[in-house]
């Protein structure tokens, strides 16, 4: 294994923000809060959190792309640096062993430095057993957090993720500090200048792939330094919920581009999807409807909402909808009852974003553990708890035309509900999601996303 191979660190570090070295402290505390709950609770007095191991290959020498803990990110903004770790002592500063090895293959991380770095005791090894020295001696009082496979070093302690202390920590990273949320806006305001690079792209008639290096290149990002694989569906592509084939001629003709595609600040991750007509005015208006609706569905955030019932009404949204732009007949009831929306719909309306795009803690009932279970008929409802302020979370209502899911209506009493005609004219466009990142308020909410898209070219609407 050559431990030396280590991703570059992004540019994104290069140069402090103000804002953000003013918000770290106070991230800091909250984040060592949060540890000295768990380790009360499971009866230790120290968490080793390990950032990771590099993967390599079957039957090769060739890495994966590296991708950190997130428990790791958490306390420390360093997404391409493995086999590092962190030592949290309640009382004490937390201590952070910086794997930094010998290597003239490739590029090494350099000296930490920044504003992050006056919160932690840095320790600077060169070698993987280096890292021992740095570790509490008494492993029985230490509980372990990250991934060890087969190859991971577990630094002689047995408990390794002991899912109590694990549940209170993935529940409480539902709400976002100051910090992080200043992250996310961050990263929000990189990610709309990708999109409107994508959209600009689309305009001239490129390809997939080239739409895809439209939007790495406005927003600063290698592929491995995305938060996730881009989106880049043009056509009936749009009817493939997660395609990323990027197909490198355009088609034809081009009718429609979805984009769902985000970008990262510290760690932190955006993600934004719009979809666009090529100047269909019938399918240019659809997007309009579902601008609105997304609108509406986003009117409704506040604390306290029920996110498995705003699920449920957005599919209500949805009918309604669906029977104004003639693609559907029958009530709303009807239309939900037979599978009509679902079919139509049948991903989450959102979910919680963080240092993972998909952060975890969605379907979380407490810190126990306890599991709120997606309501019936919705099984990819990704989010399920009640709002809280300061949780930041996507609202991405979608209409797509999916022949395996309406090809399952046939012979049942919803084919009696589906225009087939009007399904047969949306096919070749693929579909529609419009996705905002939002965060919670007491009375409503921030659209991060929004925002961003007007901060940087002046309209809010886009």
Known sequence: MKHGMIMRMSADYSADIPELEKLYPDHI?????????????????HAVIFSGMPKVAFLDDTQYPFIA?????????????????????????????????HDYWHVVPGKPCGYWTESFDVRIVHTIADIAEHLPEEKDKCILIGEIGTNGPDFGIERINPTKALNMLHFARGIKTGYEIACMRLASRRGARGHIAAEAAFREGSSEFDIHRAYCGAVSHTDNELPYTNIIALNQHGAVLHYTNLDRRPPKEIHSLLIDAGARIRGYASD???????GDARFDELIDRMHDMQMRITGKIRAGVNFSELHVESHRMLAELLVEARLAVGSPDALLASGVTAAFFPHGLGHLIGVQVHDVGGH??????????????HPFLRLTR???????????????AIDILLDNLRGTPAEHHVNWDAVEWLRPFGGIRIEDDVRVTADGCENLTRNAFASVDGNVST
């Open 364 to 377: 979380m009932m407490d810190e126990s553990g306890a599991v709120l279970d997606p309501p019936s008929g």
């Open 69 to 101: 803990n997130p428990h790791f990110l958490s306390w420390v903004p360093l997404v391409a640096v493995p086999l590092s770790v962190i030592v949290y002592t309640p009382g004490a500063a937390p201590v952070l062993v910086y794997y930094q090895p």
């Open 272 to 278: 934004i999807t719009r979809t666009y007509s090529f």
């Open 386 to 400: 009640t709002l809280t302020e300061n949780m930041v979370l996507t609202i991405e209502p979608g209409l797509y």
């Open 29 to 45: 505390a909250t984040v060592s809060k949060r540890h000295d709950h768990a380790l009360d609770h499971v009866g230790a007095s």
